[in-house]
């Protein structure tokens, strides 16, 4: 799995990968359900689906809050509610990068996502700059090599936030199935 991004800063380890993989028949088959799973990572209500037991809500915001109901876009807030809890509480993602590239040549496209999970409230945190006060960095991908489907995660702990890897969970764990939304990516739906 290719990470197109910038290297993560020295105080952020990766601390925790998935991948699944799927191989079909044909090139063109992995093309069309290379869109489909493309389609589905950007869809919000399947991080929804499959959600534990409906104990989160996801909502797509701005820095004002107003509820978009569309796909995810680059410079998204991801607003995560949830709802088992005697208070409520209420998490943050931000979106900071959605990237497509297409390698012909390679007979290859990744669709990679950047989410940082932001500390404060989105408005205190406005600028790339203020990224170092992330709990996590998330990176999904999908990626169509030749025949074959990848999904991936990495997640990237703060160790400024986290004082050790020991202490660090996957965010959400206890409400969302990383690995079930990676393997939902690669369905046939």
């Not at 689906?49 to 796909?71: G, L, W």
């Not at 209420?90 to 959605?98: A, C, G, K, Q």
């Not at 297409?102 to 409230?121: A, G, I, K």
Request: charged content about 25%; some cysteine.
């Amino acid at each position: 799995m290719e990470q197109n991004f910038p290297s993560i800063q020295s105080a952020k380890n990766i601390v925790q990968q998935l991948q699944f993989e799927k191989t079909y028949s044909s090139v063109e088959s992995a093309e069309a359900f290379f869109v489909i799973a493309k389609n589905l990572m950007l869809d919000i209500n399947v991080w929804q689906s499959e959600s534990t037991n409906h104990s989160v809500q996801f909502f797509i915001t701005d820095n004002t809050e107003k509820v978009h109901h569309r796909n995810i876009h680059k410079g998204d807030l991801i607003r995560v509610k949830f709802l088992n809890s005697e208070m409520e509480k209420v998490d943050w993602m931000r979106i900071n990068v959605l990237q497509y590239d297409d390698y012909p040549n390679e007979n290859r496209e990744v669709l990679t996502l950047h989410l940082s999970q932001v500390q404060d409230h989105p408005q205190k945190t406005n600028s790339y700059a203020d990224l170092k006060k992330n709990r996590n960095e998330i990176y999904l991908s999908i990626e169509r090599n030749h025949s074959h489907l990848i999904s991936g995660l990495t997640i990237c702990v703060n160790h400024e936030v986290h004082n050790s890897s020991n202490d660090f969970e996957l965010p959400f764990k206890e409400h969302l199935s990383w690995d079930q939304l990676l393997q939902k990516f690669l369905q046939e739906e």
